[in-house]
């Protein structure tokens, strides 16, 4: 049984720091592209980033570049999401996906329940 946990979201000041970190287990994890995704109260799920089995290809929403980052470590089986200068629209629920690259979410496999990021202004 696949399993997709994440897990470091809470509150946060504009101009903070989280990083946000996700568990898969029962799938070979390596194998698998991983994405992250947020949706906000009465919003459409939206992409944030992605990265590729091997970790050498990223990709990011337009919105986050340069304050998002996404890393893996395959060995540990857990993929991360870096989130600097935090913004109050950064304010949602993050999920983390497994099996997808690109920005759909209909590409994507397996997903977590989720962890609430909340920035305060």
């Known amino acids: 049984q696949v399993q997709v946990v994440e897990s470091g979201g809470g509150m946060v000041q504009a101009g903070g720091s989280l990083r946000l970190s996700c568990a898969a287990s029962?799938?070979?994890?390596?194998?698998?592209?991983m994405g992250w995704f947020r949706q906000a109260p009465g919003k459409e799920r939206e992409f944030v980033a992605s990265?590729?089995?091997?970790?050498?290809?990223?990709n990011y929403a337009n919105s986050v570049k340069g304050r998002f980052t996404i890393s893996r470590d395959n060995a540990k089986k857990a993929v991360y999401l870096q989130m600097n200068s935090l913004k109050p629209e950064d304010t949602a629920a993050y999920y983390c996906?497994?099996?997808?690259?690109?920005?759909?979410?209909?590409?994507?496999?397996?997903w977590g329940q989720g962890t609430q990021v909340t920035v305060s202004s």
């Open positions: 996906a497994a099996g997808g690259i690109t920005s759909a979410p209909r590409d994507y496999n397996y």
């Open positions: 029962g799938l070979f994890f390596s194998d698998y592209n």
């Open positions: 990265i590729n089995f091997s970790g050498w290809i990223t």
